[in-house]
């Protein structure tokens, strides 16, 4: 049985759906099972019983354990879990020990390396799903607000994240591996939310603000704290001028081409509509 952590996620949810399609049994948390709207044939089981009778592998979304991996990955082996395949970043590259987000994915990395658990590490960059975040703005017909314009990204959908993790939770092959994910052209946040006013069929647009408004701005946010402020506007800063590489791994471990953002924000366009 393969437990999927996060599977109303983003990522989880799709890690849920690609696996469907495989001859094995799943078991999805949520920390609100009744209305957690995965599908009939899916055991969905509370995140705080975390229930590892039966599991061989694990899918790990370390927003989950925010707060720290306690006891898990012990109880995990206890119970004969033979495989974690965790959600990482792209940020685990960053050598900069000050980037929190690095520290943070690091951290459980490390933990999962000295539990002598198989691992798959998925290191995504940037998600296609954080423009959701544009969606009230687009629908009211406002501006998008943000800082550095001309920094560049590679924008993933998550369906193609998942079709990864799906393959790292099923064969053999990507154990021990790092593999780095990205989507399949490098765009700007300008660009993104034109190609979104594309898809809903009514012009969307970027203003720039400056980095200290756009520091106020995040830190109304819910979760959101002085150093990881910090570090998001640190890489936004440093992704105008630096280099910024597609990644072939999703195309080599899926046999197929990552999604555009195009392509994610037609699937995506009720959102801003
Ligand atoms: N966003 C990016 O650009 C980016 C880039 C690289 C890596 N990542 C990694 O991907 C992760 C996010 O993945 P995602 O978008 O799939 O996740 P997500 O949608 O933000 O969260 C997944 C699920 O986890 C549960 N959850 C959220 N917060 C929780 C908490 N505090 N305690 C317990 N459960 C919680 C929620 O499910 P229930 O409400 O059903 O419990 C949620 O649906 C990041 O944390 C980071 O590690 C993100």
């Given at each position: 049985?393969?437990?999927?952590?996060?599977?109303?996620?983003?990522?989880?949810?799709?890690?849920?759906?690609?696996?469907?399609?495989?001859?094995?049994r799943i078991r999805a948390l949520s920390?609100?099972?009744?209305?957690?709207?995965?599908?009939?044939?899916?055991?969905?089981?509370?995140?705080?019983?975390?229930?590892?009778?039966?599991?061989?592998?694990?899918?790990l979304n370390p927003a989950v354990f925010w707060h720290g991996l306690g006891d898990v990955l012990d109880r995990a082996k206890s119970a004969g879990v033979r495989r974690v395949v965790m959600l990482s970043s792209s940020a685990a590259l960053d050598t900069d020990p000050s980037n929190q987000i690095a520290a943070h994915h690091l951290g459980v990395?490390?933990?999962?390396?000295?539990?002598?658990?198989?691992?798959?590490?998925?290191?995504?960059?940037?998600?296609?799903?954080?423009?959701?975040?544009?969606?009230?703005?687009?629908?009211?017909?406002?501006p998008v607000r943000g800082p550095f314009p001309a920094a560049r990204t590679t924008p993933i959908h998550e369906r193609d994240i998942a079709a990864v993790a799906a393959?790292?939770?099923t064969?053999?092959?990507?154990?021990?591996?790092?593999?780095?994910?990205?989507?399949?052209?490098?765009?700007?946040?300008p660009e993104m939310v034109r190609i979104i006013g594309e898809a809903v069929r009514r012009p969307a647009r970027f203003e720039e603000i400056t980095p200290e408004e756009a520091r106020k701005e995040m830190l109304a946010q819910p979760y959101m704290r002085d150093g990881l402020v910090d570090t998001l506007l640190r890489l936004r800063?440093?992704?105008?001028?630096?280099?910024?590489?597609?990644?072939?791994?999703?195309?080599?471990?899926?046999?197929?081409p990552p999604r555009t953002f195009a392509e994610w924000a037609a699937d995506h366009a009720d959102d801003f509509r």
């Open positions: 049985m393969i437990l999927v952590t996060g599977a109303t996620g983003n990522v989880g949810r799709h890690v849920v759906g690609e696996l469907l399609g495989s001859d094995v920390r609100d099972p009744a209305s957690a709207r995965l599908p009939a044939d899916v055991e969905v089981a509370p995140t705080d019983e975390m229930p590892l009778d039966g599991v061989t592998s694990l899918f990395e490390h933990a999962i390396e000295d539990s002598g658990l198989e691992w798959t590490f998925v290191r995504p960059g940037e998600f296609s799903s954080n423009a959701r975040a544009w969606a009230e703005a687009i629908r009211a017909g406002e393959r790292a939770l064969a053999d092959d990507l154990v021990g591996a790092r593999p780095v994910l990205t989507g399949p052209e490098v765009l700007t946040h800063a440093r992704a105008v001028d630096a280099p910024v590489e597609v990644s072939p791994e999703v195309e080599r471990i899926t046999g197929r």
